[in-house]
């Protein structure tokens, strides 16, 4: 069972990395900054309650 865990955490962490890139390219082009942090934000205590 804690390799599921682990695995399924690790694809999340992946993830997650994977937008935190995205969101430094598209930081620069938006111009409510603080909207898309908050966003960014929402999405990671998600994850941290699914994980």
Same mark, same amino acid.
């Given at each position: 069972?804690?390799?599921? *865990? %682990? =695995?399924?955490?690790?694809?999340?962490?992946?993830?997650?990395?994977?937008?935190?890139? =995205?969101?430094?390219?598209?930081? %620069?082009?938006?111009?409510?900054?603080?909207?898309?942090?908050?966003?960014? %934000?929402?999405?990671?205590?998600?994850?941290? %309650?699914? *994980?």
């Amino acid at each position: 069972m804690k390799q599921y *865990v %682990s =695995k399924e955490r690790r694809k999340l962490e992946k993830e997650l990395l994977f937008y935190l890139r =995205k969101y430094r390219f598209f930081q %620069s082009r938006f111009t409510h900054k603080n909207d898309l942090g908050w966003i960014i %934000s929402q999405i990671v205590e998600e994850l941290k %309650s699914d *994980v």
